[in-house]
């Protein structure tokens, strides 16, 4: 099992170091293939979110295309991964921040009866299941 981090995926996606880029992309096609199992956490989802948007300067759009992307590799064992693909479809389709939508989603999918926070445009997002 090899853990796969952060860098890896932004060299994939920016392809801005070419070396980086390829090695990243061999890495990947060897996973796909089954030579080699990959896993990643949440904590680096959240970091490639952070860095596209805030150091790459990309927009909601263009961070949710490219999480969509890595989330789609089924070849990876993503932690949470069935909740951080849907927290990108919830912060793609409003004006949630992606954080917030995966919160809203974790509190919900433990069964939460209230959420407890000083956002209001979040608590308003927050249905009692």
């Known amino acids: 099992m090899t853990f796969i981090d952060t860098n890896y995926f932004l060299r994939f996606l920016l392809d801005d170091i070419p070396a980086q880029h390829n090695e ?37 759009e263009q961070v949710a295309t490219a999480l969509e992307s890595i989330l789609r590799m089924s070849f990876i064992n993503f932690e949470h ?11 793609k389709e409003s004006s949630l921040g992606f954080v917030d939508a995966f919160n809203l989603l974790y509190a919900k999918s433990q069964g939460a009866k ?3 926070t000083f956002d209001i445009k979040l608590s308003k997002k927050f249905i009692s299941p």
Do not use: P
Request: net charge positive.
């Open 114 to 116: 209230d959420f407890k």
């Open 24 to 60: 990243a992309r061999t890495t990947l096609k060897e996973a796909a293939s089954g030579k080699l199992q990959l896993v990643t956490s949440a904590v680096v989802i959240f970091e490639t979110h952070w860095v596209l948007l805030s150091a790459y300067s990309k927009n909601k």
């Open 81 to 91: 991964g069935s909740l951080l693909s849907q927290a990108v479809s919830v912060y």
